[in-house]
C-alpha cells in the first residue's frame, strides 16, 4: 500500500516525492476513465513518518494523462525514483539486521551498508519494481480488507528478498576483494584493506547466514532453493575467474557462462523469487526471471565496454581494470574474431603494459566494441519483451513499474559511468 | 537399505560379542519396519525382510530362532561396551564417498583443495556425523503407525537419506569454517597434516570455503525444511561470531569463564547441537525431542571442548605441561586457566600480559598446577556429559533394538569424550 502512495505521488512530478496524497483504496479501478474528483480521500494505516497528504495535484495529475504521450524520461517512470523511499526504508532494515553481539564484527559487517556507500542499488531497485510490476492480483474474490493486509505481507516479503540479495551480493563482493587483493571499493577502501582479510571472509560469511536465515522466515522452499542457487553460481563464478586456462579465456561462450554466474544469477534469480512469492504462474516467474537475466547481462557488457572507454567516446580512456588484472572480456574477444593475432597477446597475459596498448591497439580497428555494445542491446531488447508478454494490467502502479523498468533496460545501455 | 545392513552388522558383531556367536554375520536385526510391527511374530517379520532389497535378501533361514533366543535373552544381556564409531562405520564410508561426489566441482583444482579434508586420513575420527548418524537411529521411531508397511520403508529410506544429508552438509560447514579461519592465521598444523591455507594459499583456502558453504546451502535447499535450513545458517553464524570472540577479546573478556563458555558454545558445541536438532526435526519428532536432541549435542560439544582444554595442557601423560600447550601459545585462555585464577587472583596478571613470553607460560603453568583447575574443568565436563545422558535418558521410550543400541551408544560417547587421552 506504501508503495501505491509512492507511486501515485511520483506521478505528480518529481518534486511530489515525498508526499502521499489521495489514492482510491485498493482493487479499485485506476484507469484513466474516472474523473479526478471523484476520487476519495484514503489514508492508509500504515507507518506515520511517510503520512502526509496533498490533494491539490490530483489536477496536475490529470493534466500529465492528457498529455500521456509526452512523459519525460526523468519524471515519473523514473526507475530509481519511484523505489527511493522504500529503498531507504530497506537500508534502514538492512543495518539493524547486520547487528552482531561482537562489536568488530558488526563495523566489518555493515561496511558497505552505511549512508553513501550502498552502491548504485540497481538489484533492489530492479526486484521493488518487478514487484509492482507483478502485483496482478492472482485472485480477485479476497476481501478489501483481508486483500490489503495479505498485500501488506506479500510487499513485506518481497522487500526481504531485495534484503537478503542485497546481503548475499554484499557478501560475495567481501570476498572477492580478498580475491583480487583490492584496496578500494564503491569510493573507500575495501573492507580487507581496512580491516584485514580475515575479518573481510568473516563479514562475508557473516551477511551470508543472516541472508540464509531471513531466506528461511519466509517459509518458502522454492523461493530458498532459487536463492541457493544464485549463491552456488556466485561462488562458481569466481571460481572460473580464479583458474581458467589460456583456451577458456579466449573463448566467447565461457565467458558469457562466467559472467552469468557472476552477475546475472543473483538478479535474475531473485526477480524469479519475488514472483514466486507473489504466486504468479511458473509461466510469469520464467518472464521475470529472463528479465532479471537479459538485464544482468547487457548490464556487464556494458561495464566491459566502459572499462576501456570511460566517460569518453575514446578508446583507452577508461580505468582499463580489467585488462590489467588479466581478465578478458567480451570486446577483445570479439576482436579476437577478428584477428587472430591478438590471441598471442592475450594468452601472454597482460602484466607487460605495453601488451595492454598492442590490445587496446587491435581493439581500436577492429569492431569489438561495437559488437559489444549490440549484443547488450540485443539482451537488453529481450528483457523488454519479457515485460512486455506479463499478464496485463490496468492497475496505475503496475504499468508504471513496467514503464520503469523498460526505462531501466534504456538506462543500462545508455550509461556512460 | 543400506543404512538398516550396515547398522545390523554392527549390531550383529555386537550381538556376537555379547552372545558368542560366530555365525551372526549378516542378518537384519531390525526386521521389523518402523510400522511398529514388535508384536509380529520372527516369521513374518523375516520374510518381511525378504520382501525387501534383493541384494539384501540374505535368506538365513535359522535366524530368526536366534533373533527370537536375543528377545528371550534381552534381559540377561550385557551391558558390554559398544564401539559406536564402527556402529555407523560403514554408514559413514557411504557418507565420505558422497560427499567426495558432491564436492566434485568443474574446476579439479578446487575439488581437490575442498576434497582434501575429507580424505580418511584427515578427518580425526569423524566425530561429529558418527553422532548425527546415532541420534538419527535412536530417534527411529514410528510417529504414525497407520502408513502401510510398504510405503513406510520407502518413507524411513527417505528419511534416513535425508538425515545423513544433515551429516554431511554439517561436515561442509565444518570444513568450511576451518578453511576460513585459517585465512592468515599461522595454523600450519590442522589435524595433523599441513592446513590447506598453508599448502594452497590465502585465495584457494577462501575460495574452497566459499564453494563448501555454497554447495551446504544447495544441499540444504534440497531437503525443502526451511526450519532446518534456519538452524544450520545459524550454525554459520555462530562459528563466525565465536571466532570473532576470540579474534577481538579485551582483557577482561580473556579473563571471564561466562565469556569463554559462550565462545566454547559458538565455536564447537552449537555445530553439534543445532544439526542434532535438525535431525530430530527431520524425523517428524516434537519440538520436546528436538530440544532433547539439542540438548545433548550441545552438551556434548561442551564436555568434548573442556577436555580438549585439559589435554592441551597435560596431553597423553597425567602430567602437566605434557601437552601440545598450543592455546596458551597462541594466548588463548582456556578453562582450567580461568579456574586457576579464581583461586590465585595474582595469575591474572600474567594473563593480561599475554603469552609471548615463554617464562610467562612457565608461570602459568605452575599456578595450575598449584590449583584445581584440570580438576576443576574435569568436573565440569563430567557435569556436561551427565545431562547429555539426561538428554538421551528422556527420549521417549521404545523397544526397538536399533534405537535402543544408539542410544546406549551416544550414551557411551559421552564416556569416551570424558575419559579420551588423545
Not at chain 1, 106 to 113: D, G, I, K, M, V
Not at chain 2, 82 to 93: G, I, M, Q, R, Y
Not at chain 2, 360 to 372: F, T
Request: aromatic letters at 6%.
Amino acid at each position: 500500500m506504501l508503495l501505491r502512495s509512492i507511486l501515485s505521488a511520483a506521478l505528480r512530478g518529481r518534486s511530489t516525492r515525498r508526499l502521499f496524497s489521495v489514492v482510491a483504496p485498493r482493487g479499485a479501478s485506476m484507469g484513466k476513465e474516472r474523473p479526478p474528483d471523484s476520487r476519495s480521500k484514503v489514508f492508509f494505516g500504515f507507518r506515520e513518518t511517510y503520512f502526509r497528504a496533498y490533494n491539490g495535484l490530483h489536477d496536475l495529475r490529470y493534466q500529465i494523462y492528457q498529455d500521456g504521450s509526452s512523459i519525460p524520461e526523468e519524471g515519473p517512470d523514473d526507475p530509481f525514483l519511484l523505489v527511493a523511499d522504500e529503498l531507504s526504508l530497506l537500508a534502514n532494515r538492512l543495518r539493524s539486521l547486520v547487528v552482531t553481539e561482537v562489536p568488530k564484527l558488526t563495523s566489518a559487517a555493515e561496511y558497505f551498508f552505511k549512508m553513501g556507500v550502498e552502491g548504485k542499488r540497481m538489484c533492489p531497485t530492479v526486484l521493488l519494481l518487478m514487484a509492482s510490476a507483478l502485483n496482478v492480483p492472482v485472485r480477485e474474490s479476497i476481501a478489501d480488507g483481508v486483500s490489503s493486509g495479505l498485500s501488506n505481507e506479500l510487499r513485506s516479503r518481497q522487500q526481504a528478498i531485495a534484503e537478503i540479495t542485497e546481503m548475499i551480493h554484499v557478501a560475495s563482493l567481501l570476498h572477492d576483494d580478498v580475491l583480487d587483493d583490492a584496496d578500494t571499493r564503491r569510493g573507500i577502501g575495501s573492507l580487507n584493506f581496512v580491516m584485514g582479510n580475515k575479518l573481510a571472509v568473516l563479514a562475508g560469511d557473516f551477511l551470508f547466514s543472516r541472508a540464509c536465515i531471513s531466506l528461511a522466515s519466509l517459509k518458502n522452499t522454492e523461493v530458498v532453493s532459487l536463492m541457493a542457487t544464485a549463491i552456488e553460481n556466485l561462488v562458481t563464478g569466481e571460481k572460473m575467474q580464479m583458474t581458467t586456462t589460456s583456451e577458456q579465456r579466449r573463448s566467447m561462450e565461457y565467458y558469457l557462462q562466467k559472467t552469468y554466474y557472476k552477475t546475472a544469477s543473483l538478479v535474475s534469480n531473485s526477480c524469479k523469487a519475488i514472483a514466486v512469492l507473489a504466486g504468479q504462474t511458473s509461466e510469469v516467474s520464467m518472464l521475470a526471471y529472463e528479465y532479471g537475466r537479459n538485464l544482468g547481462l547487457a548490464y556487464q557488457l556494458i561495464d566491459d565496454v566502459l572499462d576501456f572507454m570511460g566517460t569518453s567516446a575514446a578508446l583507452g580512456k577508461g580505468s582499463l581494470s580489467d585488462i590489467r588484472h588479466g581478465v578478458v572480456t567480451a570486446p577483445i574477444l570479439f576482436a579476437i574474431e577478428e584477428f587472430p593475432q591478438l590471441r598471442e597477446v592475450v594468452d601472454r597475459g597482460f602484466k607487460n603494459p605495453a601488451d595492454v596498448d598492442i590490445a587496446l591497439g587491435y581493439l581500436g580497428e577492429s569492431c569489438g566494441i561495437e559488437r559489444t555494445r549490440e549484443l547488450a542491446k540485443e539482451h537488453a531488447n529481450r528483457a523488454v519483451l519479457a515485460i512486455e508478454a506479463l499478464p496485463e494490467s490496468d492497475a496505475e502502479d503496475v504499468q508504471s513499474s513496467r514503464r520503469a523498468l523498460i526505462n531501466l533496460t534504456h538506462r543500462v545501455l545508455t550509461r556512460t559511468k | 537399505m543400506y543404512w538398516r545392513w550396515a547398522l545390523s552388522r554392527g549390531l550383529s558383531s555386537a550381538a556376537a560379542r555379547f552372545h558368542g556367536h560366530g555365525r551372526f554375520t549378516q542378518r537384519f536385526s531390525h526386521a521389523a519396519p518402523c510400522g511398529g510391527c514388535l508384536g509380529r511374530s520372527p516369521w513374518e517379520t523375516r520374510s518381511k525382510v525378504l520382501g525387501c532389497t534383493e541384494t539384501y535378501s540374505l535368506g538365513l533361514r535359522g535366524l530368526h530362532d536366534i533373533r527370537y533366543q536375543i528377545h528371550q535373552d534381552s534381559s540377561s544381556r550385557a551391558e558390554e561396551p559398544l564401539d559406536p564409531f564402527s556402529l555407523v562405520a560403514d554408514e559413514l564410508s557411504l557418507l565420505a564417498n558422497r560427499l567426495r561426489s558432491m564436492v566434485v566441482a568443474e574446476v579439479p583444482k578446487l575439488a581437490s583443495a575442498a576434497e582434501y579434508f575429507f580424505k580418511m586420513g584427515a578427518e580425526g575420527k569423524r566425530f561429529r556425523p558418527t553422532v548425527l548418524l546415532l541420534m538419527a537411529s535412536a530417534l527411529n521411531m514410528p510417529i504414525s503407525q497407520s502408513a502401510a508397511d510398504g510405503v513406510f520403508n520407502t518413507l524411513s529410506n527417505e528419511l534416513r537419506t535425508r538425515q545423513q544429508c544433515i551429516a554431511e552438509i554439517t561436515e561442509m560447514i565444518h570444513v568450511a569454517s576451518l578453511l576460513h579461519d585459517d585465512v592468515l592465521d599461522d595454523a600450519d598444523t590442522r589435524r595433523g597434516i599441513g592446513s590447506l591455507n598453508f599448502i594452497m594459499g590465502n585465495k584457494l583456502a577462501v575460495l574452497a570455503g566459499d564453494f563448501l558453504l555454497s554447495r551446504a546451502c544447495v544441499a540444504l535447499a534440497s531437503l525443502k525444511n526451511t526450519e532446518v535450513v534456519s538452524l544450520l545458517a545459524t550454525v554459520v553464524e555462530h562459528l563466525v561470531t565465536g571466532e570473532t570472540m576470540q579474534m577481538t577479546t579485551t582483557s577482561e573478556q580473556r579473563r571471564s569463564m561466562e565469556y569463554y563458555l559462550q565462545k566454547t558454545y559458538y565455536k564447537t558445541a552449537s555445530l553439534i547441537s543445532n544439526s542434532c536438532k535438525a535431525i530430530a526435526l527431520l524425523a517428524g519428532q516434537t519440538a520436546e525431542v528436538s530440544i532433547l536432541a539439542y540438548e545433548y549435542g550441545r552438551n556434548l560439544g561442551l564436555a568434548f571442548q573442556l577436555i580438549d582444554d585439559v589435554l592441551d595442557f597435560t596431553g597423553t601423560s597425567a602430567s602437566l605441561g605434557k601437552g601440545s600447550l598450543s592455546d596458551i601459545r597462541h594466548g588463548i585462555v582456556t578453562a582450567p586457566l580461568l579456574f586457576a585464577i579464581e583461586e590465585f587472583p595474582q595469575l591474572s596478571e600474567v594473563v593480561d600480559r599475554g603469552f609471548d613470553n615463554p617464562a610467562d607460560v612457565d608461570i602459568a603453568l605452575e599456578y595450575l598446577q598449584k590449583s584445581r583447575g584440570i580438576e576443576r574443568t574435569r568436573e565440569l565436563a563430567a557435569e556436561h556429559a551427565n545431562r547429555a545422558v539426561e538428554a538421551i535418558e528422556a527420549f521417549p521410550e521404545s523397544d526397538d533394538e536399533d534405537v535402543i543400541i544408539s542410544r546406549r551408544a551416544l550414551v557411551d560417547l559421552t564416556n569416551r569424550v570424558i575419559t579420551r587421552t588423545k
